[in-house]
Each structure stands twice: as C-alpha cells, then as structure tokens.
C-alpha cells in the first residue's frame, strides 16, 4: 500500500554535489545528463517478538499532560489519519508529500487497515493514546492477523484467500504489528512503548506467545520516536529474522 506514494525524486546538480548527497536506504541513486535520480527501492524485514520475554523498559510516560492508553473505538478512525501524517512528516514516503497528499495517503493506509487489506483486526490489541482532558487521540498501535506461515518464506505475510469471519478467535493466523505511531508533540516519552506494552498485554491474555512485525528499512524509527509502522532498529527483544529484500505492499 505504501509502494503507491513514493515517486522518482530528481535534482539539478553537479556531480560533485550529487555524491555528496545523504543516503537514503529506501531509494536507487543514478547521476546522468546533470541529474541525479533517486528511484524508489523500498525493503522490508520480519522481527519476531517473543511476547513471553518483553519487559516494558520504561515503567511510566513521560508527558507533562495526562494520557491515557485504552482500546481503540470506531470513532477513532476519523481523527487517527492526522495523527499518523504528523508522525510520519520526516519520513519516506509521506516526507515527499505536500501536507494534503501526505493526509490523503494517511488516509489511505488506514483505510487498508481498517478494511482488513492487511488482515483482519485483533481488536483488543489494538489500542490509542489519548489526553485524557481533552479526549485528543495522539498515537496508536494496530494489531492485525497474518497466516501463521514461515517468517522467511516471501509471501507468508499474505492472505491468498480471504480468512474466513471468526479467523482470529480461532487463532488461524500471527498477530502483525501493522501500525505505531505517535504525534511529534509526544514523541521520545514513552508513548510507544506504553502502546506495545498495552497491546502485548492483550495478545497474552490470549494465549499467544509471540507475534512478527514487518520492519520497513525505508522508515526506521524509535518506537517511542516519532512513529513507524513498525520497530525496523529492533530496540524491543526481539529475534531478528531477514526474509528478504522486497517492495513495500
């Protein structure tokens, strides 16, 4: 889903200039005809969490405003996608974009989510952060279901025929850290870890032991930073498992 908002980036420069350009992990570097041409090569990696394991590092958040962290609810969805555009403003792709296309592709990932386009919803490991004077919804951690395929196998993230209605109460698949994020204004205090703990909570309580998620090398964030899809540094325990260079979907 994310593949669709990143485009060719091209500059006028000398060649001099162009090599020293930062490197960015998610793009092709090419310099011809006093161009340089970054072409979108985004990758991405599996983790596994092992759930058993997890000790949450910081025992309380760090904001000066109350928080509460608490189930997600239907009318979250609508105020969710400002939210994830401010987490991801200095991030691939969302960085390129004007502020209402990077809204609008906001708005299209979640929706993707919300539809199941990424598996179903674990509904209680899904949760949000809001202030608890106001109600304002300042992160979120999305839990969704994958096949309970091998990790290193290139589509094992990828339902190939629709799970049937009560997939995850059978526990068919993995839970997928699909999404965390957390606005600016309350990043680097603990947010995202208080989402993980939260949602690793409810996965126990569920009996599930561990549950993958998808790092993007292209968007590799903190969890208590800014946001990301998912940990692509690993800063939680977590067993790292390469399966691939491949496009973002």
């Known amino acids: 889903m994310l593949e669709k908002w990143y485009s060719t980036i091209e500059l006028p420069l000398t060649f001099g200039q162009f090599e020293q350009l930062p490197q ?9 005809d006093g161009h340089a041409w970054l072409t979108p090569r985004p990758k991405s990696y599996h983790a596994l969490l092992d759930l058993r394991s997890f000790v949450r590092p910081i025992p309380e958040i760090a904001t000066e405003d109350e928080v509460l962290v608490r189930p997600l609810a239907d009318e979250d969805w609508e ?21 209402g296309a990077r809204l609008e592709a906001a708005q299209d990932c979640l929706r ?16 949000v952060a809001a202030v ?12 969704t279901l994958l096949p309970a395929g091998d990790l290193s196998d290139w589509d094992s993230w990828r339902w190939f ?4 209605p009560n997939a995850v109460a059978l526990r068919l698949g993995r839970p997928h850290l699909t999404w965390v994020f957390v ?27 561990n549950s993958p998620v998808h790092s993007f090398l292209a968007t590799s964030r903190a969890l208590s930073g800014t946001g990301v899809p998912v940990s692509a540094a ?6 790292c498992e390469s399966s691939g260079n491949r496009s973002l979907d």
């Open 79 to 99: 105020g969710l996608p400002k939210v994830l555009s401010a987490a991801f403003h200095g991030v691939q792709p969302f960085t390129s974009l004007a502020d």
């Open 161 to 164: 025929e629709p799970p049937p």
């Open 132 to 143: 608890r004077s106001d109600s304002a919804l300042v992160g979120a951690l999305l839990t």
């Open 183 to 209: 606005s600016p204004w309350f990043a680097r205090q603990g947010l995202g870890t208080a989402l993980l703990d939260e949602a690793v909570r409810a996965l126990i309580r569920r009996g599930i032991r």
């Open 24 to 32: 960015n992990p998610a793009y092709k570097y090419e310099y011809f």
């Open 234 to 239: 690993c800063p939680i325990p977590a067993q």
């Open 112 to 127: 993707q989510t919300k539809e199941g386009g990424e598996g179903p919803l674990v509904a209680d490991a899904c949760v």
